[in-house]
């Protein structure tokens, strides 16, 4: 319903990033180069109901945080006007493959 809270976890062609809007001010919170790495890079959001683990993973089986945030942050009361969770993918861009 708004764009004043939010959380992003997102490749970009260096690094894996995570950044925030929230009563519109943006912060970056994460930031992982990727240095050498050309493969494929896989991204998983979880949540206890209290945190938001932000894990990424180079092989597609092992997983690591990048960072947690917490989830009362992007909530009604914090954000206003809001209609609850939603948590979705969109990919942006172009990419070439071998």
């Not at 959001?45 to 180079?58: A, E, P, Q």
Request: hydrophobic share 35%.
């Amino acid at each position: 319903q708004i764009n004043d809270g939010y959380y992003r976890l997102y490749v970009t062609s260096h690094s894996i990033k995570v950044d925030t809007r929230l009563k519109s001010v943006s912060t970056d919170l994460a930031s992982l180069p990727l240095g050498d790495h050309t493969g494929n890079v896989c991204l998983r959001i979880t949540s206890d109901g209290l945190i938001y683990h932000f894990l990424y993973s180079l092989d597609g089986r092992n997983y690591k945080e990048l960072t947690q945030q917490n989830c009362a942050l992007v909530s009604t009361e914090v954000v206003g006007g809001f209609t609850g969770v939603t948590l979705g993918m969109f990919v942006e861009g172009s990419a070439t493959t071998d």
